[in-house]
């Protein structure tokens, strides 16, 4: 345990990244007031001073603290505790470590942002380049056009001249969406002092509640997928293939 105290302390003065695992107790103070008896726990303090505990299930972290957090290792007897403070959000925690799994730290450096694809942007981005895809005829004027609502996806008109606003979503479309999609149809007859614009909503999938709503009023569904430009698994086969 000595080794480990050393090479933690070491570590945090240098702004390392520092993973270990430990069975131990521990005591919260701050956001709630918590205590999470003896177990098995993952850590991670970032080089920001973020410290995240995760037990051996699940995904989401059984508590942290946040950046700027100030982390100790200490000997009171024969027990070792690592402390965590941050003065500025009052939070405390307590650590009592029983036993040490496994220690390890090195200098982490990352100035990337992660690119989301395959989003709603995506598909008004790809739908707008490929208007067949809505239905033929369709002239796309803008996306992304502003109404007090919000903003519309994709706005064009159709073969008939006709107004028609498209509300994309990336998943299945539900009574939300529908209830959105009208919004933007009011709000643009109104805007125009028009009575017909036409409304469709483009998503891979529809709610039946959603659809009869839809069909209510009198708006159309058409079943597109957003955009995935990148593959999940390099040389994953596809189904058919197995």
Not at 222 to 232: E, G, H
Request: proline share 4%; aromatic share 10%; hydrophobic share 30%.
């Amino acid at each position: 345990m000595d080794k480990f105290i050393k090479q933690i302390n070491k570590a945090l003065t240098k702004g390392e990244t520092v993973v270990f695992s430990s069975n131990c107790e521990i005591k919260y103070s701050g956001r709630a007031e918590s205590f999470l008896p003896d177990g098995d726990r993952i850590f991670l303090i970032k080089p920001d001073k973020t410290l995240v505990i995760h037990q051996p299930e699940g995904s989401a972290p059984v508590n942290y603290m946040k950046a700027n957090s100030e982390h100790k290792i200490i000997r009171d007897g024969n027990e070792t505790y690592m402390t965590s403070t941050n003065k500025k959000l009052k939070e405390y925690m307590e650590i009592r470590i029983n036993k040490l799994h496994f220690f390890n730290s090195s200098p982490q450096n990352d100035g990337q942002k992660i690119q989301l694809e395959g989003t709603e942007k995506d598909m008004s981005e790809y739908l707008y380049a490929h208007p067949e895809l809505i239905e033929a005829g369709f002239k796309p004027l803008s996306r992304e056009e502003h109404t007090k609502y919000g903003f519309i996806d994709l706005f064009g008109y159709d073969k008939n001249k006709t107004l028609v606003v498209v509300e994309c979503k990336r998943y299945r479309a539900d009574l939300a969406a529908v209830t959105q999609l009208r919004r933007y149809v009011e709000k643009i007859k109104k805007s125009k002092g028009i009575k017909r614009v036409r409304g469709i909503i483009a998503a891979p999938e529809i709610s039946k509640n959603a659809l009869k709503m839809l069909n209510d009023w009198e708006f159309s569904f058409k079943k597109a997928q957003p955009p995935k430009r990148r593959k999940r698994v390099r040389g994953q086969k596809k189904l058919g293939e197995f």
